[in-house]
């Protein structure tokens, strides 16, 4: 019966044992089947993220007026935080003009709160007194930017504009927010050109030895005598003062400018061309580098030539609009993105530098589709993604534009190719429905010229003038003028890589491993280039590189660190790099080398921990077979005992013969 038992428990626990190594090894081995498959060489995510839901900025409270040329900028200490702007018409209905709105979020756009840059007509703060803006009645050509110490920079143009609508002399300034944008501080004129116009900033953010420094390109004349054309000024302590500005480019030909900063601190100023004599178009898109922080004009290079620019309204538009290239670059290049007829209708190009803007690519064309309108584009690049928004006309019928929509792409290689285009707008709405209402120009339908986009590695937030909601406020002189300041929170495709364990000791002529894991993150799909680097060299690792494919949302594959007699004993640092696109993580992991003489027997680690639970099994049932025995032992033992006992009694109790034969 013991032997029986006994035997019945080995095969049970054999069996038991045999069944989760069967199943380990499964698993392992679907996880690896998983990991090792290659279906494309194509390493870019297909799809661009999860796109938000449209926003007002403004809201509907009265008075429900314009905001067009509208502005965004992200806080680089805290991407939760945002700050934008635009032409805000909310005084227009106690009889004053356009003014320059400011609004931040500090949610990531979700909710925003709504002011006016101080110093209007009727603000009676001590800011808005203090201001010298205090003295015009207009400002127009918001344009915002962040520094890394959270100063906000909002720049523009003030004037006055007279009771029969004339306009008096412009003149650019620049507002500044401290405190992550939260708090006004103050407003710099640049004074001395004449005219300003078309302005535009940016700050340089690179960490460098001009890290801080805001430039500003603008259009003026330089004296009454002097071409009207693009000028370049900056600031090295933080708005308060600005150097003398000159023409960048010096033959005077600019206008219409932009303005980016390369991770090296070169500066960078877009502009249109045409003839400073005649004003004349010249038709190409020339790009000046400026070098030292912005002191040294080195180059001016013709980017685009010939270009055929946008010079009115487009096609079934009556909504004024011409080309204003906007600009930006990172460590990968310089890139300039415009609108252009050379194709018939207008479409979005973009030409990109990589040898620091002395040539440039032909223009690539963003819009995939053909038919309709494509025009006002913005730029902005973040963690190496260039990322490009523009109005688009696609979905409308007829030959009259009566449905707009705002749409975007990415490109993840540095601008030579770009994602299928995304629509942004969840309803189209009619350009031409708002009029101007403000002097000059004030009956023509106007969209504001230019559209704004900021982005951090992870979310990008277009900002655009939108109709969707044009009637709800009448004016009896001016029809519908609702024309709302509107965004959207578009989350970017990405993945995540993690390991487990991330520290493990592995005795040489073993092997050790680690789990490593992917997920998709904001509808991440696509496939992950992965390579393995131990450091220092020498610690065997399988596989040194493999691709996994996401989705499933949750991927990978299994890292074997194999170590023999020879490999150095000591802590390697393993390096796990993950890579798609523009997208790179990677996760650390610290595996020891021992010597296989440590503890004595040499048994694997996995191994061990594979047989840990059983032995603990195969103990307990040991230990109840051994109780139960001893139990049937001593039971039988005292039933002996007991036996015995009672035989004797019964002899002692017995009569002897004597007895019997007594009377």
Sequence with gaps: MKATLIAIIALSWLALVTSQVQATSSSLAQLTIAANTRPSLQLSPSSIGVLGPNIGIVGEAVPDRQQVEVTIAVDPRNPNILVAGGQDLRLKSIGEHRWHGYYRSTDNGQTWSSGLLPGFPSDTSPQGLSSPLHKSNATSDPVLAFDRAGNVYYAGLVFNISA???????????????????????????????????????????????????????????????????????SIDGGQTFSAPFYAPADQTGGLPGVAV?????????????????????????????????????????????????????????????????????????????????????????????????????????NDASQGQHFFPTIAVSGGIVNVAWYDSRLNTGTTMTALDLYYAQSQDAGVSFSPNVRVTNASFNPNAVLRTDNPDANGAFMGDYIGIAATANVVHPIWTDNRSACDTLDPTWGCVDQDAYTATISLADFAISANPVSLSVPQGSSGQSSITLLSLNGFSGSV???????????????????????????????????????????????????????SHFVLLSVTVQSSSVGGVIVATNKVRLLLPYLAGLSLIVVAFLAMETYRHVRKVRLDDSGETDRTKRMTERPSEEEKKEP
Excluded: C
């Design 164 to 234: 029969t609508g004339s306009v008096a002399n412009t003149v650019a300034f620049v507002a500044k927010y401290v405190n992550d944008g939260s708090a006004y501080s103050s407003v710099t004129l640049i004074t001395g050109p004449l005219s300003a116009d078309k302005e535009w900033i940016t700050v340089d953010n690179t960490g460098g030895p001009n890290d801080g420094n805001v430039y500003m390109a603008f259009d003026a004349q330089l004296s009454v005598s002097s071409p009207f054309a693009t000028l370049f000024t900056r």
């Design 262 to 366: 390369d991770s090296s601190g070169n500066v960078y100023v877009s502009s249109d061309a045409f003839d400073p004599v005649t004003g004349a178009n010249l038709n190409y898109i020339q790009v000046s580098k400026l070098a030292n922080g912005g002191i040294t004009l080195v180059q001016n290079v013709k980017a685009v030539n010939p270009a055929s620019w946008l010079t009115g309204p487009p096609s079934g538009a009556t909504f004024r609009a011409f080309t204003i290239p906007q600009i930006a670059a990172d460590s990968q290049g310089v890139y300039v993105v415009f609108d252009d007829l050379r194709q018939g209708n207008a479409s979005v190009f973009l030409t990109r530098s990589t040898d620091g803007g002395s040539s440039w690519t032909a223009p690539f064309r963003v």
């Design 529 to 583: 280039s992965v390579s393995s680097s131990p450091s220092p060299s020498g610690l065997p690792t399988s596989p040194m590189s493999t691709i996994v494919t996401l989705p499933p949302v949750v991927n990978g594959f299994v890292l074997t660190f194999s170590p023999t007699a020879s490999t150095p004993l000591g802590t390697y640092t393993v390096n796990v790099t993950g890579t798609s696109g523009a997208r």
